[in-house]
């Protein structure tokens, strides 16, 4: 079984470094569906893997300069907070139990379904709001909205592993339109960071965490994802977005069914 979550820890890392989309979206569901993992299970494995990959990828973006560090402490004032109360909801009805387990296979399935309409409506929201300065929040109202949208991420993340990828980003751009797509993904993955090592951390406190099927996804991810990254160039991004988006839909359907 090992080499089976080995090689699914590569296909998975292969589609994120194609596609950017966060693993979570494709790593939880596949546990949940394809090898029967308890959904507990799955988002707390899928977290700690995540902290680790996404603290590796904000040091290169920090040497690089494109972590807008002002906008990662907005979202993690309503992140972080959001993320401890959804864990102390999980431990008091049980993160383990059978019904909460069901209860978080829909929140995966809707988290997934979110990060299909993010790809396939990112840049129709971008430019209607970019039509339009009067659309794009300023001041005060911009640092609550992005404190609210960090709220809502943590715990989406906390609950499902999913948000911290696709829905963030395209959360940021809408906000913040004038970053430039570095400095958005330079950004996203900064403010995960804390938010996934504190919602893995709750996970651990819940015990549902693998840590043995933590490292086999690791060894089949990490060159999984440099393989993507060369191989995004070559294909098309209208392409991957759409056959990855209809991949979800159908995974996020097989969750509810």
Known sequence: MSVTYIIS???????????????????????????????????????????LTKAAGTITHRV??????????????????????????LRHFGALDDRIGQVIRYSIA?????????????????????????????????????????AVLGTLVTVSSIGAGAIGATLLVLLYPRLTPAQVA?????????????????????????WALLLTLLVGSVPGITLGAWAARAVPERFLRGLLATALTGIAVKLIY
């Open 186 to 210: 330079g950004t996203d993955i900064a403010y995960a960071v804390p938010l996934t090592a504190i919602a893995a951390v709750a996970h651990w406190w819940l015990g549902s965490i693998d």
């Open 9 to 51: 820890g590569f296909a998975v890392g292969l589609l994120v470094g194609m596609t950017g989309v966060g693993g979570g979206s494709l790593m939880t569901p596949l546990l949940t569906l394809l090898f029967g993992v308890s959904p507990s299970v799955a988002v707390g494995t899928d977290l700690a893997f995540a902290s």
């Open 110 to 150: 809707v988290s997934v379904l979110l990060t299909v309409f993010a790809l396939m409506f990112r840049r129709r929201m971008i430019a209607w709001i970019q039509a339009s300065p009067r659309r794009q929040l300023e001041g005060t109202t911009l640092a609550l909205a992005t404190i609210v949208a960090g």
């Open 64 to 89: 690089n300069g494109t972590v807008q560090w002002q906008i990662v402490r907005r979202l993690c004032l309503g992140a972080l907070p959001a993320a401890i109360i959804a864990a102390l909801a």
